[in-house]
């Protein structure tokens, strides 16, 4: 490996079978970075020098999910870190961990076996070999995550509370705005849906008509007098409110629907201020017009 210029952050996901590896990788992924899992540890170093010139100004970062399956994890994963060090590169370890009888509830309830049970193990003993395995890495792990009470959105929460505060000022939670016209039917992926339609309607003004909520007469007409101008002030200060809530909650995604009757005037023109104002908040935030061609 060079080291020569900065390296991507990368995060090294490893842990007990059944303690919520799988899941942790999942949240990595919706957190921006590039995940690999099951890689050999010593195909590491070159994996991250090929992401370092490739892929580090589309992800966050990359995060590696490494277990015992691997059949050179055992011996090579000191020596590939030692390497990693020696090039510049920090890998932060997260450990999944659980007890050995909620893994083993796990195992039961989805009836796949241990992968030590190959070796002739019981699952409890399976369980028990594993962890003795493991418990050098355990000892030098940046964050040990014990699952044992969690749910899957527990999980999900105290990743991503850790990485954004580690990140600095990037948010977790992605937000999806979005116009629609209610006489085309209701968008099925909101999670949010507003209906606009007692703001005042340009359709019904003839000079008006032929325009889009993306005009500035349309956006004047619906928000520059009452209602719409005090809407628009308490509509913005309810999301910004609202939206820390839901990414307390470890949200990665929240569609925000909203509507008008024929989605080209009133929900356009909403759905762009309300856009404007996320995005200045600090989320990563898409916007999309769903009907606005249609009327």
């Known amino acids: 490996m060079s080291d020569s210029g900065a390296h991507p952050p990368v995060v090294i996901i490893t842990g007990l079978s059944g303690s919520g590896k799988s899941t942790a990788i999942n949240v990595f992924e919706d957190l921006g970075y590039f995940c690999v899992d099951g890689l050999p540890a010593s195909l590491m170093p070159k994996l991250i020098s090929l992401f370092k010139g ?25 020596d590939v870190l030692n390497e990693l060090e020696r090039a510049g ?10 007890s ?40 030098l792990a940046d964050l ?8 899957v959105h527990d999980l999900r929460r105290h ?14 939670m992605r937000v999806h705005i979005m116009s629609f016209g209610f006489k085309y039917g ?4 909101s999670d949010l849906l507003f209906d606009l339609r007692f703001l005042p309607n340009p359709y019904f003004v003839e000079a008006l008509r032929p325009f889009s909520g993306l005009d500035k007469a349309i956006v004047d007409y619906v928000l520059a007098k009452s ?69």
């Not at 590169?89 to 659980?98: G, K, L, T, Y």
């Open 227 to 295: 209602p719409g101008k005090e809407f628009l002030v308490k509509f913005k200060t309810f999301l910004l409110d609202l939206l820390p809530l839901y990414e307390a909650e470890g949200r990665y995604r929240l569609t925000i629907s909203l509507g008008c009757t024929g989605g080209r005037h009133r929900s356009v023109a909403v759905a762009e201020a309300v856009f404007d104002t996320i995005r200045q908040a600090g989320y990563t935030v898409s916007l999309e017009h769903r009907h606005i061609e249609k009327g």
């Open 186 to 189: 209701l968008p099925s992926e």
């Open 144 to 151: 040990v995550m014990d699952t044992t009470d969690f749910s």
């Open 89 to 98: 590169v920090h890998v932060q370890i997260v450990f999944v961990d659980a």
């Open 100 to 139: 050995t009888a909620e893994i083993t509830r796990r195992y039961a309830t989805t009836r796949r076996p241990h992968p030590f049970e190959a070796e002739g193990y019981g699952l409890g003993e399976a369980i028990e070999e594993e962890r003795r395995r493991m418990a050098p890495l355990h000892a």
């Open 159 to 172: 990743l991503q509370e850790k990485w954004r505060f580690l990140e600095g000022q990037a948010r977790a």
């Open 54 to 78: 490739q892929g580090a100004n589309r992800y966050r970062g990359l995060a590696l999910g490494m277990d015992l399956r691997q059949i050179d994890f055992t011996t090579d994963w000191r």
